[in-house]
């Protein structure tokens, strides 16, 4: 009795109305956009205002197929979303009361209006009641004095209608006019509820977080927020105006996903973040193969509701990506959840899991990618091990699908400090700002690659894209703070990590912030603050060569020789058991003064290809042997650009 074969059509309450037959929910004449569970959760209960509508109901109505589990889950999810359309509180509920255990009722005053009949019917109707009367036929004279009469009442009923009607498309014109159009051009994809009760599947639901942000970041015309800045989010009770106000966005996409079996179920919705307005949800649900076309899909229907112009070559990096194997899809995201310096290599034995599962498997080659160019990074094992391989793979994933950014992102890393290529460095983060404008990482790998070569006004330019991509992340802040650096602007760079600790005072200071604070303080001579900030960054990174090669560069600086010849020795002791860059120990021989051994040092470690070599045009702690010829000779064999 609830659709189409109710009595009546249209149900208003309070500024709704709500047409049964067509399911469609209207606010003050505009509609809403409901659909799927929620929209069908509404009909129930408007179809039995005032009564309990028992859960079991629900399920069987909506969900006769699914686990109970899985059940629970989605009728919070379905209340919820109903909850929001009508602006609705649980807490206090104006329409939609919850009966704990039980189910739900409908609470607020109902308005019914009688279907519309049609002209055929109304005919019949009449002919019926005047066959029912008995009436009877009028006199010609009376006919004579009626008609005239008619047709003049008649044409000032039309006037009078007339006039209302122009007066209402009047309002409704100036109403247009006042009120701004839809205008969404920021926006932040908040972690997808993980409902299959399983906490073991919230990698899933992360990794299908992540891939919907970079669809989305695919579209040149959408600023889209970082997933560093958005997981903040997870797990925390924030209304959308105050999320929206922290991550200055217009909308957020809220949604859950299903991951049972092989099957996948998708729910996302549109929040406009100024009203917090429901415009739009919807449901999906596919075979664990079509899982990245379930992405594509999704992020679609979104930039389409929010009525952004799509470029061909958007569309076309936008469009569907064929299938993958669901046990490769679901390794190559446990991978992406162990990219973690402790956890390197777990998580390139997941990528390569998921590549022997589906051997054109793009993503899991650029995971790969990924996991390698980091191993090299942070001096996990030797450049030559780690960059070829990183390369390899990154090359292998755009060879299968070069619409991908991150491949492009390990490429520009490793010829920046591999290869020392510096045009082709430029190309590849070129080519990943343009194939995701969004991506927070592509700007500021951008923004570390610019001040090696004294691009310093760029470098701002892309960290400030940076910072504004991923507000929540003291990274791009910081990355502000090493341009200072670069640029010999110490009082700007220790202003800047002060501000950068200020907006962040709970983080964990792992974040390098003490390195910083002590390359500035060396930089004006400021040798005991500068001591005091590298062992505090030694003690936060007890393993690193690199930090261990500063803080002994500083000793050396301060005229503590036994201190920098211990770090020198400890250097020594670790490369017999672990990778130790020559570049490290050639810092300390630096500081110490003695540049015959710092150049010998050095020769190895541009043999070696030691990582920070792509340091030597700009960086300070280079300038008491920049002067020197052997200094100037190394310049030239890295070809650094003029």
Known sequence: MDKIGSPTRLVRFQAFEFDRQTLELRKHGLKIKLSGQPMEVLSMLLARPGELIAREELQQRLWPHDTIVEFEHSINAAVNTLRRALGDSADEPR????????????????????????????????????????????????????????????????????????????????????????????????????????????????????????????????????????????????????????????????????????????????????????????????????????????????????????????????????????????????????????????????????????????????????????????????????????????????????????????????????????TGADSEYRRALQLNPSSADAHSGYGSFLPFLRRFDEARAETKQAQELDPLSSFPYLQMGAIFVMSHQYDEAIEQVRKTIGIFPSEDRRNFSHFLLGLSYRGKGLFKEAIAEHEKNVALFPESPLHLGHLGYTYGLAGKKAQALKVIEQLKEWSKRRYVAPYDIALVYIGLGEKDQAFAWLEKAYQAHSNDMSNLKADPTFDPVRSDPRFQDLLRRMKFPP
Do not use: C
């Open 95 to 422: 329409y939609v009361e919850t009966l704990t255990r039980r189910g739900y009722r409908f609470i607020a005053p109902l308005e019914t209006t009688a279907p519309l009949s049609s002209p055929a019917a109304e005919r019949r109707s009449e002919t019926a009641a005047a066959e029912a009367r008995g009436t009877r036929r009028m006199p010609r004279r009376f006919w004579t004095i009626a008609v005239p009469l008619m047709v003049a009442i008649g044409a000032g009923i039309l006037l009078v209608v007339s006039v209302a009607r122009l007066r209402e498309r009047v309002s409704r014109f100036v109403g247009a006019v006042r009120e701004p159009p839809l205008q969404i051009r920021s926006l932040a994809v908040l972690p997808l509820e993980n409902l299959s009760g399983d906490p073991g599947q919230e990698y899933f639901a992360d990794g299908m977080t992540d891939e919907l942000i970079t669809e989305l970041g695919k579209v040149s015309a959408l600023r889209v927020i970082s997933r560093n800045s958005v997981m903040l989010y997870k797990g925390k009770r924030k209304s959308t105006p105050e999320i929206a106000r922290e991550l200055n966005v217009d909308a957020v996409v809220e949604g859950a996903v299903m991951h049972s079996g092989e099957r996948v179920r998708i729910t996302a919705q549109l929040i406009q973040a100024r009203t917090d307005r429901h415009l739009w949800a919807e449901s999906y649900e596919r075979d664990g193969r079509d899982v990245l076309n379930l992405q594509s899909e999704v992020a679609r229907a979104i930039v389409e509701e929010i009525r952004i112009e799509l470029t061909p070559e958007e569309r076309a990096r936008m469009a569907s990506r064929g299938a993958v194997d669901p046990e490769a899809y679901e390794a190559y995201m446990k991978g992406q959840r162990a990219l973690d310096p402790r956890t390197y290599d777990i998580a390139i034995k997941y990528f390569q899991q998921a590549i022997e599962k589906e051997p054109n498997f793009a993503m899991a080659y650029a995971g790969l990618a990924g996991a390698y160019s980091e191993l090299g990074n942070d001096e996990l094992i030797s450049p030559q091990e780690s960059y070829p391989k990183a390369k390899a793979a990154a090359m292998k994933a755009l060879e299968i699908d070069d619409t991908l950014v991150a491949p492009h992102l390990t490429l520009g890393w490793a010829r920046l400090r591999f290869d020392w290529d510096w």
